[in-house]
């Protein structure tokens, strides 16, 4: 039977579009566990080449290797040149940005490039793939996971060989392959038929993974992975691309933009981004809700973009001379972390922090806080309770060791809608209270 994954010198025009939308803003690593699973996903990140400007030529060179079926022989020779031009080879004593200390660390190698053209591809194809399933899964509603069968297969790949499941099945949002560096595992797409004439059986839809401790090596951090998955692969690459992927990549255009125009771009654009968005954010909170379910309690410096200040807000910012450095609004995961760990009996539940980017997109009301300056949304008013959530104008943090100004989400809860409506406090910019 033919194998959905195999590595064809032409890939489909699903893996080939899946990198063009990948792109390389995010900030270049130091490491490449700076940069968390979906991540991966939608951007491009190669470790240590933060300060030697060569992401855009090693991601416009995986570019070309996809759509001209280029060998790994052409990959390495076309963008070694360029590399070693701009410094970016052998090794070198480098600073570590997160301590300051020097160290020899690897640049570019054969090995690395090999890493980094075997880790694109398969992503690139799994990813085609799970988009050419989507549309015929009406006709064709499983998937098999295959490995490879020999001494080099990892026992817990070994163990999923022949799994058959349901294509929405959620043993499939973190064991779509590839599961780890350098695997080589599949998927077969298969319909009723196909089980029917080779003798497959639909398996029981497997318990969530047990979830291992793993600690990075440079931060120190300790976070759960599935077990049998190597850290940061533990997502399926071609779910996280597609219904999501132009949602968060619309969302995350909006922070470079004028906050007029991001208001603008947000209210033309949310009847359709809207329900991706919402999913994605969901799926992000119930990530951070497990970990914290689990004991993990820290923050893994995650940052979303959940929605843009609206027009009403900005012009009442206007009128107090605070002009936002951008519109977009963002929420970090230790804030969401923070808001469940609260210990007043106020906390907002996860179902309510799972649907922030609606609430923020058609509150009750919004306030202004003059003792605490921020905005504050509220909704869900009955009788004399309320949900609200605070966002703090032009926040300085940092991202990705970056300092960024950000409107962010920072606190919510559960509160007594009379202390709302406390006019010495508080000032309405928009809504009824």
Known sequence: MKNMLEMRPLPPEEAVNYFKAKGYELPPTWDWHDMWQEAHATATTVAKSAGFDILGDIHGQLQKVLEQGQTFHDFKKELTPVLQAKGWWGRKELP???????????????????????????????????????????????????????????????????????????????????????????????????????????????????????????????????????????????????????????????????????????AASARFVMPALEKDFAGWVNDVVHRARSGNYRAMGERRVVGALPPGALDFLRGRNVIPASGAITMADGDVLHMLRSAKGNQLPPATLSRLPQILARPQAILWDKQDPGLVYVWHMEGNAAEKVIVKVDYRTRVAREKVTTNSVRSGRTTNADELRNRGRYDVVEGDI
């Open 96 to 266: 570590d940005p997160r301590t300051g200390e020097v160290r020899s660390v690897q640049l570019g190698s054969p090995r690395r490039l090999r890493t980094i053209y075997d880790v694109n591809l398969r992503t690139a194809h799994a990813s085609g793939a799970w988009a050419r399933a989507q549309r015929t899964k009406d006709r064709r509603p499983f998937l098999r996971y295959v490995a490879i069968l020999d001494r080099r297969t990892r026992p817990d790949h070994r163990a999923w060989h022949g799994t058959v499941l349901p294509m929405d099945d959620p043993f499939w949002n973190t064991h779509y392959p590839p599961n780890g560096w350098r695997c080589r595992c599949s998927v077969q797409q298969l319909g009723q038929r196909d089980l029917d004439r080779y003798g497959y059986t639909v398996s029981e839809s497997p318990p969530r993974p047990p979830m291992v401790p793993w600690k990075n090596p440079k931060t120190g951090e300790v976070v759960m992975v599935p077990k049998g998955i190597d850290p940061g692969w533990g997502y399926n690459p071609g779910k996280a691309a597609l219904q999501e992927h132009a949602a968060r990549t619309l969302m995350n255009k909006l922070v470079p933009l004028p906050p007029d125009v991001a208001a603008k771009a947000m």
